[in-house]
């Protein structure tokens, strides 16, 4: 099972900033086969990013993916206040499925 | 644009089983794999498995032992069965379309809204 790890844990900044999240996996991964998703308070996910960088429908360009082999990236270059919420990474290339545990992003 | 809607019985008593059931509108059933997916409360998610329109499965090793996903093309619906339910599968339960097609893979997208499935004696 691929592990991933996500960092940091919470993230706390304010409305303009720029937010790095990071997902490490315990094995190597296909770029194609790496996702990431946003989660709201009684709200179900919505994905934001599938093949490292692939914005999905209606995503706004401050969303931006990177990354390889390990190590990936989910960029927002300026939050707005709609952007305060939990963000998840998935691999969806080796059975089973897996998530990362998530990081929160706040407002500071 | 696909909708899911999903329905099933929200309160179990331990070793009971769980049963939710996924319509999936707007979309072609048979392109696609179909995935439920849980989240305990305050906690993070977990892929259950998933079904493809000719019934094929993959589960998560872990339920694997207890789950069976199951599929009804007549209706455009698929549904999730699991056994032995203890405190510990207390969950929302989310149904989602991917993320894979039949040719290629990009996320799972959309999801099902929800169903908060609460184990307790």
């Known amino acids: 099972e691929i592990v991933l790890t996500q960092s940091p844990g919470t993230l706390s900044l304010s409305p303009g900033e720029r937010a790095t999240l990071s997902c490490r996996a315990s094995?190597?991964?296909?770029?194609?086969?790496l996702a990431w998703y946003q989660q709201k308070p009684g709200q179900a996910p919505r994905l934001l990013i599938s093949g490292t960088s692939i914005r999905a429908t209606g995503i706004p360009d401050r969303f931006s993916g990177s990354g390889s082999g390990t190590d990936f990236t989910l960029t927002i270059s300026r939050l707005e206040p709609e952007d305060f919420a939990v963000y998840y990474c998935?691999?969806?290339?080796?059975?089973?499925?897996?998530f990362g545990p998530g990081t929160k992003v706040d407002i500071k | 644009q696909v909708q899911l809607q999903q329905w099933g019985a929200g309160l179990l008593k331990p070793s009971e089983t769980l049963s939710l059931t996924c319509a999936v509108y707007?979309?072609?059933?048979?392109?696609?794999?179909w995935s439920w997916i849980r989240q305990p409360p305050g906690k993070g998610l977990q892929w259950i498995g998933e079904?493809?329109?000719?019934?094929?499965?993959d589960y998560n090793p872990s339920l694997k032992s207890r789950v069976s996903i199951s599929i009804d093309t007549s209706n455009n619906q698929f549904s999730l069965n699991l056994r032995f339910v203890t405190a510990a599968d207390t969950a929302v339960y989310y149904c989602?379309?991917?993320?894979?097609?039949?040719?290629?893979?990009?996320?799972?997208?959309?999801w099902g809204q929800g169903t908060l499935v609460t184990v307790s004696s």
């Open positions: 707007g979309e072609s059933f048979s392109n696609y794999y």
């Open positions: 998935q691999q969806y290339g080796s059975s089973p499925l897996t």
């Open positions: 079904i493809n329109h000719s019934g094929s499965t």
């Open positions: 094995q190597s991964i296909t770029s194609f086969y």
């Open positions: 989602a379309k991917g993320p894979c097609t039949t040719t290629t893979c990009s996320g799972i997208d959309p």
